[in-house]
């Protein structure tokens, strides 16, 4: 490891691709902030950068972090508390890798699941599973060709890992399935049969998205469809909320409706369920006629009515969102400018007005594409920030810690 100028630390670590993570809220009771830092880490040949991070319950954080020239190269990066490097692990594949989602245990264990397409990105789909120990350690694998479908929602691997007794995962044919950590399979129920009850009339399933654990460590999973019954706008669609806890229980918590509607959840959009059952929702489809006019963010409430939409600057990509434990929201993006790209963060009151805007590494070309709150009630942000290396201008994987006021 080397320190680089402005107080940057370069750790060799690798590089990735794709990833997909479930979030899971933070306790609204956090404890007192620890430390806030910057970090870059990579290779000093590859462009490289960070997407999904979660922390890990015992101490730390895990990303993933991808190479952006290349789609079957992925690393998985866990650093301890002040952003120093513990382990890296390296995979690689003969096949288009889409994704990788990352769950953690409360005993520092991890799961892994890689989502692969094999024959290029039209052909089957192959996931991989693996758990690891804490120290980065293969403990087993197995793999399943008829996980996740290729309908995802805002590149979101529909995969719930609770926080002590194993996951659950969208099959492509629409189960709904709960296994143990030594990977038994303990209950499959159909989707389907799920939406039976709550859905609108003539719902047809488009793809599946997983917004975490809720309040209740039940799994909450975002069904996206269209009725045929029914008439909805370009990019708009219906969405039923699913709630799965370990033991079976399923049901549907909540419906958004898009008849009638000039806005609402897209393909695009990424979904948090807060620990307080709120839902937040990142491209957040506003619509005039049947042109996209502009993307936003939207906090629902647990029967799925909007409480606030913000809507984005004209030159800002919001990507990620996280509710701040101490009060108010920090959305996550990027900027652009003449100069090019620039990370932003946007901190908004529990009302959803706008505090501040604010870019991070103005010289740099830079973006972020992950935030979470942490327990100590700080937030930890991935992108990337291009950091000149000799002749050579290099995308290097980039986690940020922070406080509630942005500030590191």
Same mark, same amino acid.
């Given at each position: 490891?080397?320190?680089?100028?402005?107080?940057?630390?370069?750790?060799?670590?690798?590089?990735?691709?794709?990833?997909?993570?479930?979030?899971?809220?933070?306790?609204?009771?956090?404890?007192?902030?620890?430390?806030?830092?910057?970090?870059?880490?990579?290779?000093?040949?590859?462009?490289?950068?960070?997407?999904?991070?979660?922390?890990?319950?015992?101490?730390?954080?895990?990303?993933?972090?991808?190479?952006?020239?290349?789609?079957?190269?992925?690393?998985?990066?866990?650093?301890?508390?002040?952003?120093?490097?513990?382990?890296?692990?390296?995979?690689?594949?003969?096949?288009?890798?889409a994704?990788?989602?990352?769950?953690?245990?409360?005993?520092?264990?991890?799961?892994?699941?890689?989502?692969?397409?094999?024959?290029?990105?039209?052909?089957?789909?192959?996931?991989?599973?693996?758990?690891?120990?804490?120290?980065?350690?293969?403990?087993?694998?197995?793999?399943?060709?008829?996980?996740?479908?290729?309908?995802?929602?805002?590149?979101?691997?529909?995969?719930?890992?609770?926080?002590?007794?194993?996951?659950?995962?969208?099959?492509?044919?629409?189960?709904l399935?709960?296994?143990?950590?030594?990977?038994?399979?303990?209950?499959?129920?159909?989707?389907?049969?799920?939406?039976?009850?709550?859905?609108?009339?003539?719902?047809?399933r488009? /793809?599946?998205?997983?917004? !975490?654990?809720?309040?209740?460590?039940?799994?909450?999973? +975002? &069904? @996206?469809? $269209?009725?045929?019954?029914?008439?909805?706008?370009?990019?708009?669609?219906?969405?039923?909320?699913?709630?799965?806890?370990?033991?079976?229980?399923?049901?549907t918590?909540?419906?958004?409706?898009?008849?009638?509607?000039?806005?609402?959840?897209?393909?695009?959009s990424?979904?948090?369920?807060?620990?307080?059952?709120?839902?937040?929702?990142?491209?957040?489809?506003?619509?005039?006629?049947?042109?996209?006019?502009?993307?936003?963010?939207?906090?629902?409430?647990?029967?799925?009515?909007?409480?606030?939409?913000?809507?984005?600057?004209?030159?800002?990509?919001?990507?990620?969102?996280?509710?701040?434990?101490?009060? /108010?929201?920090?959305?996550? !993006?990027?900027?652009?400018?003449?100069?090019?790209?620039? +990370? &932003? @963060?946007? $901190?908004?009151?529990?009302?959803?007005?706008?505090?501040?805007?604010?870019?991070?590494?103005?010289?740099?070309?830079?973006a972020?594409?992950?935030?979470?709150?942490?327990?100590?009630?700080?937030?930890?942000?991935?992108?990337?920030?291009?950091?000149e290396?000799?002749?050579?201008?290099?995308?290097?994987?980039?986690?940020?810690k922070?406080?509630?006021?942005?500030?590191?």
């Amino acid at each position: 490891m080397r320190l680089l100028a402005d107080g940057w630390t370069r750790v060799r670590v690798a590089v990735l691709s794709v990833s997909l993570v479930c979030l899971v809220g933070c306790p609204e009771s956090p404890g007192p902030l620890k430390t806030t830092w910057s970090r870059l880490y990579g290779t000093e040949q590859d462009t490289q950068e960070a997407f999904e991070v979660v922390e890990v319950p015992t101490g730390g954080f895990l990303a993933e972090v991808r190479v952006t020239e290349s789609y079957n190269g992925r690393w998985l990066l866990r650093v301890d508390g002040s952003g120093n490097e513990v382990w890296s692990r390296q995979y690689l594949s003969g096949s288009f890798m889409a994704g990788i989602k990352i769950g953690v245990f409360s005993d520092g264990q991890s799961l892994v699941a890689m989502y692969q397409l094999r024959g290029g990105s039209t052909g089957d789909t192959l996931v991989t599973f693996e758990l690891l120990d804490a120290d980065g350690q293969l403990l087993w694998e197995e793999e399943d060709a008829e996980a996740f479908s290729l309908s995802l929602i805002g590149d979101s691997v529909p995969i719930c890992t609770s926080s002590d007794d194993g996951c659950m995962y969208v099959t492509a044919a629409g189960s709904l399935v709960k296994r143990n950590r030594n990977w038994d399979a303990i209950w499959t129920q159909s989707i389907d049969s799920i939406l039976q009850t709550s859905a609108p009339e003539g719902f047809e399933r488009r /793809g599946v998205a997983c917004l !975490g654990l809720g309040w209740d460590d039940a799994c909450y999973f +975002a &069904v @996206l469809g $269209r009725s045929s019954q029914k008439t909805c706008k370009t990019a708009l669609y219906d969405v039923v909320i699913i709630r799965a806890d370990s033991f079976g229980n399923t049901g549907t918590e909540a419906v958004y409706a898009c008849e009638g509607k000039t806005r609402g959840p897209s393909m695009s959009s990424q979904f948090k369920i807060t620990r307080t059952g709120e839902y937040m929702v990142t491209a957040f489809a506003d619509l005039y006629g049947s042109g996209l006019v502009g993307e936003s963010v939207a906090l629902l409430n647990s029967a799925m009515n909007v409480k606030w939409v913000f809507h984005c600057p004209d030159d800002t990509q919001i990507v990620s969102a996280a509710k701040i434990p101490g009060g /108010g929201f920090m959305l996550a !993006g990027k900027r652009e400018t003449m100069s090019g790209d620039k +990370a &932003v @963060l946007i $901190r908004l009151d529990a009302n959803g007005q706008q505090q501040w805007i604010r870019d991070y590494c103005i010289d740099t070309e830079s973006a972020f594409n992950d935030i979470e709150a942490t327990t100590d009630g700080g937030l930890i942000v991935a992108g990337h920030n291009d950091k000149e290396q000799g002749e050579w201008d290099i995308w290097s994987a980039w986690l940020l810690k922070v406080n509630a006021e942005g500030e590191y």
